[in-house]
C-alpha cells in the first residue's frame, strides 16, 4: 500500500518528537549517566612549589692588611683557586729593606755574643788567674815582711807597702772574677747578649711577617666572584679587594608563601631544577627559616642546602624548589576532581547513593599534584562523583556507570 507524501512527513514528525522526547524523560526517570570515581589507598606526597636563586653560603673578603701599590692581581672573575694561591702582590721594596736590615742586627747580635763567648771570656779567665798569682804573692811576701817586722828587721812603712800591694791584688781577683762571671753562660753580659740577639730575631720576624704580607693569599679554596682592584691602584688597609666563594658550596634562597608556614620544617628534603637546565634535577634539603616575614610579599625566606651542588650551577642562577612537607604511606585518597569547594572551610564531595547524588561533607589531610587525602566523610570503595566535567547537583538522579576493574 503506497502511504501518501503527507502521512511520511506526519510519520516522521512523530517519531522524532518521540526521540527527543525520550532524549529529555530518560535521564530524569532512570538518571544522569556518571562514571565515578573510586576512593582509594595509597602513598600521597604533598610538596610546596616555590622560586629562587643559588646563592653562596658566604662569601670571603679578601683585603690587605698593610697600605700599598698593587704590582700585580693574579686572578679574574670566576676563576678556581686553591687555598694558598697568590691572588695580589704589592709593592715590597721597602719590606724588603726593613728584611735585610733586621738579619744585619741578628747578625751583629750573634758576632757579639760569639766574641763574649770566644774572646771576652776566655781573657777573663787568663786575668782572673794572673791576679790569684799575684794575690797570692802578694800574700806571701806580706806575710815575711810581718815576721821581720817582728824582729824588728822591717820597718813600718815596709810592711803598709806590703799589706797595700795585697789589698791591690786582692782587689783585682774580686774584679777579673766578676769579669768571668759576668761573661760565663747565665752572667749578666752573656744574658744580655742573648737578650740582645732574641730581640734582633723577633725584629727580623716582624719584618719578614711584613714582607709577607705584601703577597696576598687564598685562604680558601674556591671561586673568585667579585673582583675590585687593579694593578697600580693604592689600597687601605680592610679595604676588600677580592670576593671568595668556597669551592662546591651553594645554597638555594627561595620565597615561601607565608600561609604554608605552619608546614615547613628544617630538615625536609625537596627535588630543585635550574631554570636553564629544567630536565635535570638536584636533591636539597631545607636548612633555615627566616624568623621574619616580608610584609610587602606576604611571604618568608627559605634557605635549602645543597649536598652534591652539579657542576652547572652557578651564582645567582634562577631555581624552582620543590619542597617535601608531607608524605603519608597509606592514606585514603581521592582524585583532586572529586572534592567541591577544596580551598574553602566546608569541603564536600558528591557520592552516588541509590541512584541519587548525595552531598557529603568531608575533612582533608595533604594535598597531593593530583589528588587530596580523605582524612573524615568516606572510606575506601566509595564512588565519587567529578566536580568538573558535569553540572551534576546533590538531589539529581544519576545512573552510575562503573569505571572498568570497579565491581
Known sequence: MKIP????????????????GLYFLLPALLGTSVTPLAV????????????????????????????????????????????????????????????DQARATVLQARTSLAQLTELTL??????LIETRATALNARTHLARTLQLAERAVATGQTV?????????????????????????????????ALAGLAQSQAALRVAEAQLRLATITAPISGVVIARHVEAGAVVQAGAPLLVLAPQLTKELVVQID???????????????SADAYPDATFD???????????????SVEVKLAVPVPPAYLKENMTVSVNIEVVRHKDALVVPNEAVRNAASLTPLVLIASDGVAVERPVILGAHGIDKVEVLKGLA?????????????????????????GVR
Open 258 to 272: 607565608e600561609r604554608n608556614l605552619g608546614l615547613i620544617v628544617v630538615g625536609q628534603p625537596a627535588l630543585a
Open 380 to 404: 575506601a570503595g566509595d564512588l565519587v562523583i567529578a566536580a568538573s566535567g558535569n553540572s551534576i547537583k546533590a538531589g539529581q538522579r544519576v545512573r552510575v556507570v562503573r569505571p572498568e
Open 40 to 99: 582509594t589507598r595509597g602513598e600521597i606526597v604533598q610538596t610546596i612549589v616555590a622560586s629562587g636563586r643559588a646563592e653562596t653560603p658566604f662569601g670571603l673578603e679578601i683585603g690587605s692588611q698593610v697600605i700599598g701599590n698593587v704590582t700585580r692581581v693574579l686572578v679574574e672573575e670566576g676563576a678556581t683557586i686553591r687555598k694558598g694561591d697568590v691572588l695580589i702582590t704589592l709593592d715590597d721594596s721597602q719590606k724588603q729593606a726593613s728584611v
Open 160 to 192: 803598709e807597702n806590703m799589706q797595700r800591694a795585697y789589698d791591690v791584688a786582692a782587689t783585682s781577683v774580686r774584679s777579673a772574677e766578676l769579669a768571668v762571671r759576668s761573661a760565663s753562660p747565665g752572667g749578666s753580659a752573656h744574658q744580655a
Open 284 to 298: 636539597a634539603v631545607q636548612s633555615a627559616i627566616n624568623p621574619a616575614i616580608d610584609a610587602d610579599r606576604g
Open 5 to 20: 507524501p503527507r502521512s511520511v512527513i506526519w510519520l516522521s514528525l512523530g517519531l522524532a518528537c518521540t526521540g527527543a
Open 122 to 127: 776566655p781573657v777573663a779567665e787568663q786575668t
